[in-house]
């Protein structure tokens, strides 16, 4: 039973150009949550989504930054016109639900770098 | 949901059990206490987590107190591998959650040989 699958593990990136971090949720799990640690810094929420569904983008930059959890696939998180500001490591949790007792299980996360 | 306070840091002998404690003064009685942990890079960590009573599985013990305002992370006998932020997380039960949890700064736990 494979964990939630994040990947790439590493992306870089030059000033300007996108990224597209892709995050695999666990098996029968329905709900995905972004989380950005910068460096020597914590963990900070960005966005939670169901299916076809962002359900909480309160942790979302107003620009740039974008999530989407389709019918089919992976959950995409999408950065354009990345800045240096944006090196951090990019983590993906998912859960069976989104209310009551609710354990996250987390990836291993996506490392951008912006040259 | 409860905010939480943790030492910054704490270390640990080797072999030694690990009380790890957390404040929740403000908890409310849907409000769970989630433990997480990080050990360096890598993504976190489920520990362990509990309502009112004290919870144990293979990992840790929680003891939380009979008035819920402060727990402590117990492991039993700590390794050098336990080495790894420790967060405390409280957070409520109910359909106006969300789900997200969020991390405060924890406490760096340096288990020593």
């Known amino acids: 039973n494979a964990g939630v699958m994040q990947n790439p593990r590493h992306l870089v990136r030059r000033r300007g150009q996108e990224a597209r971090l892709r995050c695999s949720p666990m098996?029968?799990?329905?709900?995905v949550y972004w989380y950005r640690q910068l460096p020597e810094e914590g963990l900070k929420f960005m966005v939670y989504?169901?299916?076809?569904?962002?359900?909480?983008e309160s942790g979302m930059p107003k620009e740039r930054f974008s999530a989407e959890f389709p019918k089919e696939g992976p959950s995409i998180l999408r950065i354009q016109q990345v800045v240096r500001g944006d090196s951090a490591a990019y983590f993906c949790a998912s859960s069976p639900r989104g209310s009551g007792a609710n354990v996250l299980t987390f990836g291993a996360g996506s490392r951008l770098t912006v040259l | 949901d409860a905010k939480t306070t943790q030492p910054p840091s704490m270390d640990c002998a080797e072999g030694r059990a690990a009380n790890l404690p957390c404040n929740h003064s403000t908890i409310s009685g849907n409000e769970y206490v989630y433990w997480y942990r990080q050990i360096h890079s890598q993504g976190p960590q489920y520990i362990i987590h509990?309502?009112?009573n004290n919870e144990t599985n293979e990992m840790a013990s929680l003891i939380i107190t009979e008035d819920r305002k402060s727990s402590t992370l117990i492991l039993p006998h700590a390794t050098l591998r336990d080495t790894a932020v420790y967060y405390c997380?409280?957070?409520?039960?109910?359909?106006?959650?969300?789900?997200?949890?969020?991390f405060g700064q924890g406490t760096t736990l340096q288990v020593k040989p």
């Open positions: 509990g309502l009112k």
């Open positions: 989504l169901q299916k076809e569904n962002i359900i909480d």
């Open positions: 997380i409280v957070r409520a039960d109910g359909s106006s959650n969300t789900g997200k949890l969020i």
């Open positions: 098996k029968g799990h329905s709900h």
